[in-house]
Structures are given as structure tokens and as C-alpha cells.
């Protein structure tokens, strides 16, 4: 029995770190696929004789950064409206570009409101209880057929968060957790077995949750 304990505890030790070195070799290598952009005399097979894993890291990095620092001026951001201007006259490419484009804006920009906060909800009935995230709030003709205050919350699916529901749900009805994003996603993804760190303060969720949206006051 103990061997087989020790077993379990070895898995338990080498199984995270296996699958971290392949994550991190894999996003290595698919990286440096950018020095195939640069001119044979300017690699580094060229300058030492051999590949150095990681430069094309580097060189991604250098170029996102220099992308984003020539946008930010005006002269880049009537370059980036010209672009865009361009692939809004292809049918197809346009319905993906603009699609991308939105998703990303939403969960990559600094003034985005996705994923910010994790949220206690009863689903898919009432009486059973799942965490969200809350991505914003509905707008446009799907705000008009909505009653009151209500916000989009994405549902994650265990183990894959990737995949999920995305629902629309009076704001009322949600608990806002103290809980970080990570920690909520690290619940999940565990099926619970990974509980996130108590709150700061004594008490149940529930009691110290900020609601979402104003709750009436009583006499008012």
C-alpha cells in the first residue's frame, strides 16, 4: 500500500510539471516559427551555428510592442483605419476580422469589463448553484426586450472552461464573490477539489457579496 502511495504522490508531483514543460515547448516552438520572417544573415544559425530556442519569442514580443507603439500615433491609426477600411470590403474576411476584432477588444483592452468578476448563480434550476463570470451588459435590441437590469454572464464547463453557456440573467439574481477571477477558475476546472482562499472577512459569501445591481431599500 505504501508503494502505491508514493506512486500516486510521484504522479501528483511530475504530471504539473510534464504538462507545463510541454505547454511552454510547444508555445516555444510555435513562436519561433517569426524567425522565418527575418533574413538568413540575421539568425542565429548565422551568427553561432545553431538554432537558440526562444529567439523567435523575442522577436514576437518586439514586434507586438512595436506594432502597438506605431498604432498609437496618428500617423498608425490612419494606417490601422486604412486596413481596416480594406478588409470591410471583403464579405468573408470582414465577418472574421470584425468578430475576432470584437472578442478581443472585449477581453484584451484595458477599459474591457469581461471576465472581471466571478458571480454565484442558481443553474440550469433553481436551488443548484454554479459560479460565472460576468462578460457586461446586454445593449442594443436584445437591452429592449430584456425586464430591468440585467447583465451577460459565461458559464464554464468542467474540466474545459473553453466551452460553456452564456446567459442573460437579471442582475438581481447573481452574487458578485470576493474570489478572484484565477480562483474561480481554478474551482472549476478542479470540479471543486481546489477551494479558493477564504475572504478576508468572517461570514458567508452570501453576506458579504456586493450585489450587482442596487437592492431596494426597505420603506424607501
Known amino acids: 500500500m505504501n508503494l502505491r502511495r508514493y506512486f500516486i504522490t510521484g504522479l501528483l508531483i511530475w504530471i504539473p510539471i510534464g504538462i507545463t514543460f510541454w505547454v511552454m515547448d510547444f508555445l516555444v516552438g510555435t513562436l519561433d516559427q517569426s524567425l522565418a520572417l527575418l533574413p538568413a544573415a540575421w539568425r542565429t544559425e548565422a551568427w553561432i551555428g545553431m538554432h537558440v530556442p526562444g529567439m523567435g519569442v523575442l522577436l514576437t514580443l518586439a514586434i507586438v510592442t512595436l506594432t502597438g507603439l506605431v498604432a498609437a500615433n496618428f500617423i498608425g491609426q490612419r494606417m490601422l483605419a486604412f486596413w481596416e477600411g480594406l478588409l470591410a470590403r471583403i464579405p468573408v474576411v470582414r465577418s472574421i476580422y470584425y468578430?475576432?476584432?470584437?472578442?478581443?477588444?472585449?477581453?484584451?483592452?484595458?477599459?474591457?469589463?469581461?471576465?472581471?468578476?466571478?458571480?454565484?448563480?442558481?443553474?440550469?434550476?433553481?436551488?443548484?448553484?454554479?459560479?460565472?463570470?460576468?462578460?457586461?451588459?446586454?445593449?442594443?435590441?436584445?437591452?429592449?426586450?430584456?425586464?430591468?437590469?440585467?447583465?451577460?454572464?459565461?458559464?464554464?464547463?468542467?474540466?474545459?472552461?473553453?466551452?460553456?453557456?452564456?446567459?442573460?440573467?437579471?442582475?438581481?439574481?447573481?452574487?458578485?464573490?470576493?474570489?478572484?477571477?484565477?480562483?474561480?477558475?481554478?474551482?472549476?476546472?478542479?470540479?471543486?477539489?481546489?477551494?479558493?482562499?477564504?475572504?478576508?472577512?468572517?461570514?458567508?459569501?452570501?453576506?458579504?457579496?456586493?450585489?450587482?445591481?442596487?437592492?431596494?431599500?426597505?420603506?424607501?
Open 99 to 220: 468578430g475576432v476584432k470584437q472578442v478581443t477588444d472585449s477581453l484584451l483592452a484595458s477599459n474591457g469589463q469581461s471576465f472581471r468578476k466571478a458571480v454565484l448563480l442558481q443553474f440550469p434550476q433553481p436551488g443548484t448553484w454554479t459560479i460565472g463570470f460576468v462578460t457586461g451588459r446586454p445593449g442594443g435590441e436584445v437591452a429592449e426586450h430584456l425586464p430591468g437590469d440585467s447583465v451577460g454572464v459565461f458559464i464554464p464547463l468542467t474540466p474545459n472552461p473553453t466551452a460553456g453557456y452564456f446567459l442573460l440573467v437579471p442582475a438581481h439574481e447573481v452574487i458578485e464573490l470576493e474570489m478572484s477571477v484565477e480562483e474561480a477558475l481554478k474551482y472549476i476546472i478542479s470540479m471543486g477539489i481546489v477551494p479558493p482562499r477564504p475572504p478576508a472577512r468572517p461570514g458567508t459569501p452570501g453576506e458579504h457579496s456586493i450585489p450587482l445591481a442596487k437592492r431596494p431599500v426597505p420603506g424607501a
